[in-house]
């Protein structure tokens, strides 16, 4: 998959290419044409013409005005990063998408902005054909799937939880118009009513003689070309801007004048070589707002004085007492923040008394001081390839709050009493101090799944604390593995999807941190173990704090798919001969899960439908009880459940530490903390769905930027891939041996070879002469020197 981080020389013409595809016309509005001073403006660097090229936006009275009598509309603008003149909002019903054309028509917004939209005359509108990537919603450069009407999305190979997987809008929701001679709404921006959009953003600096001012290229297409004032640049760049030409910046606009096809800004620093780790690295953290900076000695004055510490002994007489039961982590090799313990002992009635005890990082973090902003700022870690960026300070994150092995810690608990099956008998939410046993890793609980009769030996496993006997462990996980398979059959049984996505993971070299390898990650039954087990706690804990805090309690809800999307991709389904029923998650997930033949490529075709099932999800989001009225719209889709909370990772998302706060004023009567209010938790549920969406992105330009790296120092690569859609002069892969997407250009091939969905073609991932750019080509035949692609929609040719 192409990054949309692209290191490109500083050009001045972008005009995207338009494929010539015929096959369909549509209806849509134009708020520029070809000959609009913004486009005439753009092979021209300086400031452009003084002649008006945007409208002055209106006022906020105006704006309230319109909105009230349903003149105007507001949502969150969305830029096409392959076609940056194209852009969206949703519609007010949230059925479709109100297309927005050209630069002209957006108005100086960016990509994320909440902007209010004026419909436009209908002599305003104009045809165009129904051949370009009209993307609804994705920050993410990924590939088209095209048939002969309709044109859909493919989805990023992101790393996803199981009630992300298919939620986060702003990489899987594209919205194509213009696909099926549709009319669509007129309209142009006339307000922004909040620059979500950073306003920053990374690229490089073009000279131009005889002028006080550089031109800044932002890597970006969907961000303006910037003038800078020659001041900031570097002091040699006038005489020497050669020496600058691989160099990649970072620039801040301060102002877009509604007379210039330019914005003004100011560069911020330089961060090195273009196509380096650590510059570029910078650069996605400075561009998606992601603070790394140290923490101040303010924030760091608001934790524990005097190390080692230790748990008060007034503390230890509020809370129920667990250091003596077997409870143990189980984590990813390398982490350090542990959140989360489990334990599970038997009954004498054959039942089970399960545990599920997370971090009490509301402990050392005290509502309302230093370290309390700051985490409410942050609101997630971001974790990037090669580091994490803490939302705590390290001596919480990997030191007090972790549940590392053989020290006491504070803890807040759910122990149910659950049958065989998996049913809950009786429930206990607490505060509890634990003891953890021992540090597994998942290749350590997996091994001891899948060796249940093996007797491990202290050599095998971490450090066990004597009390606990490795045999205790080892039953432990076998008796949590087997409640869990019925807790997770039980879930899809009832209604769940799961759409399971490839992740990308890489082998770093420790002293250059470099890649030298990657692999898709495996997901096995001991992960599946710990996450039905987190998801038992959530579901738990959503129910428990919103019978206590009706109106205040912070939930998680996840809106059902685009209606029109869903009807599209059935369709397109139909078309392709594919059996699927997408009337309710849990037949999707039915359908997926339905073989798609019997050979070695059923996982690869089930891989390529699963991205086309992704597209028209939406983004689950954190919101408060007291401000989404109607209880149906609480509604968890993915999951089949009403409600839905984070609670289980308090060292990682601040929403979970509000959860925690939630369970600790009413239901465990402690009155120390002052309960926020309806909008205060409104406000930073808010915050915490940007931040997340931010976090998501930045994972994903961290993966593509190291597979970039590795291409370029391991390539050339090869590997079969799976065909995911077709368009006119090019095809889109799933590159199986890597989960990337990538698209291949039809270009000199003189033999034949049909090409259609779920074709299986080898390629060869090579590098390209920019930094970090990478491109796919179809490997020709050994027996033969040329060959034509015969390019087939809907698998007819």
């Known amino acids: 998959m192409d990054s949309p981080r692209k290191a490109k020389k500083a050009n001045v013409n972008r005009e995207p290419k338009h494929s010539q595809n015929q096959s369909s016309r549509t209806v849509c509005f134009s708020a520029s044409n070809a000959n609009s001073p913004a486009d005439k403006g753009k092979n021209k660097g300086g400031r452009g013409s003084k002649k008006q090229v945007f409208d002055a936006y209106m006022t906020s009275e105006e704006v309230s005005h319109g909105l009230k009598r349903g003149e105007l509309i507001q949502g969150q603008l969305r830029i096409n990063p392959k076609k940056y003149n194209e852009a969206f909002i949703p519609s007010p019903d949230d059925t479709r998408d109100i297309f927005l054309d050209g630069i002209v028509a957006r108005n100086r917004a960016l990509n994320g902005d909440i902007v209010v939209v004026q419909v436009l005359p209908r002599e305003q509108w104009k045809v165009v054909r129904s051949d370009t990537d009209c993307e609804g919603a994705s920050e993410s450069d990924t590939p088209t799937v095209q048939t002969a009407a309709k044109k859909t999305k493919s989805t990023p190979s992101s790393a996803v939880s199981v009630e992300e997987q298919c939620s986060d809008r702003d990489e899987q929701n594209n919205k194509y118009q213009n696909i099926s001679g549709s009319i669509n709404t007129l309209v142009t921006v006339v307000y922004i009513v909040e620059k979500k959009h950073s306003r920053a953003a990374t690229g490089f600096l073009k000279h131009l003689p005889d002028k006080p001012f550089a031109l800044f290229s932002p890597v970006d297409h969907r961000v303006p070309r910037i003038n800078v004032p020659l001041a900031d640049c570097p002091e040699d760049f006038s005489s020497r801007p050669g020496d600058y030409k691989n160099t990649l910046f970072i620039c801040r606009i301060t102002d877009w004048a509604a007379d210039s096809n330019f914005a003004e800004g100011r560069l911020a620093k330089s961060l090195g070589q273009a196509g380096e780790i650590e510059p570029e690295t910078e650069g996605i ?306 359908s997926l899960n339905t073989a798609f033949g019997d050979d070695e490529y059923t996982s690869a075709r089930k891989e ?89 992105k930045v994972q994903e330009l961290s993966s593509e930027l190291f597979f970039g790296v590795f291409v370029k120092e391991s390539g050339p690569l090869d590997s079969e891939a799976m065909v995911m859609g077709v368009l006119d002069q090019s095809f889109d892969v799933l590159v199986l041996r890597y989960g990337v997407q990538k698209r291949i250009y039809c270009k000199n091939f003189l033999s034949v070879q049909v090409i259609s969905v779920f074709t299986l073609v080898e390629v060869q991932l090579k590098s390209d002469d920019a930094p970090l750019k990478y491109s796919a080509v179809l490997k020709r035949p050994e027996d033969s020197e040329h060959f034509l692609l015969l390019v087939a929609r809907n698998n007819i040719l």
């Open 285 to 590: 953290l400075i561009e998606y707002e992601v603070d790394f900076s140290e923490f101040s000695d303010e924030v760091l004055d608001c934790l524990p004085k005097n190390l080692p510490w230790t748990i008060p002994p007034e503390e230890m007489r509020k809370r129920r007492d667990l250091r003596n039961e077997c409870i143990f982590t189980i984590d990813p090799a390398t982490a350090r923040d542990l959140d989360d313990a489990l334990s599970c002992k038997q009954l004498p009635d054959g039942n089970f008394e399960v545990g599920v005890h997370i971090a009490d990082v509301s402990y050392f973090v005290e509502e309302g001081n230093s370290l309390d902003v700051i985490a409410s700022q942050r609101a997630t870690s971001v974790y990037l390839v090669q580091k994490v960026i803490p939302m705590l300070p390290r001596l919480l994150c990997e030191e007090l709050c972790s549940l590392n092995p053989l020290v006491d810690r504070l803890t807040f608990s759910v122990i149910w009493t659950l049958t065989p099956e998996g049913k809950i008998l009786n429930e206990w939410f607490g505060r509890s101090i634990i003891r953890s046993c021992v540090k597994l890793s998942y290749d350590h609980a997996q091994s001891m799944i899948e060796a249940p009769e093996k007797m491990f030996s202290a050599e095998e496993l971490p450090p066990v604390d004597p009390m606990h006997p490795i045999d205790e462990v080892h039953q432990a996980v076998l008796n949590l593995h087997t409640i869990a398979k019925n807790l997770r059959a039980q879930r899809f049984l009832g209604g769940a999807l799961r759409l399971d996505q490839l992740k990308l993971s890489f082998a770093l070299d420790k002293e250059t941190m470099m890649p030298q390898g990657c692999y898709i990650y495996q997901y096995r039954d001991s992960n599946k173990l710990v996450e039905e087990f987190m998801l038992l706690a959530n579901i738990a804990t959503a129910n428990h704090i919103y019978r206590k805090f009706p109106e205040l309690a912070l939930l998680r809800r996840h809106p059902p798919p685009k209606a029109k999307m869903m009807d599209e991709l059935q369709e397109l389904c139909d078309q392709l001969g594919i059996k699927i029923d997408l009337t309710s998650a849990g037949l999707l997930h039915k």
């Open 608 to 696: 390529v439908l699963t991205h086309m099932c992704s597209r028209p999800m939406q983004m689950a989001l954190y919101f408060c009880t007291g401000v989404v009225k109607e209880e149906q719209n609480f509604k968890h889709y993915a999951l089949n459940v009403p409600l839905y909370t984070h609670f289980t990772s308090p060292i990682r998302r601040y929403a979970d530490i509000i959860v925690h706060r939630l369970l600790a004023q009413k239901s465990l009567k402690h009155r120390s903390q002052s309960i926020l209010s309806t909008a205060e938790v409104e406000k930073q549920a808010s915050h915490c769905n940007d931040k997340k969406a931010l976090s998501k």
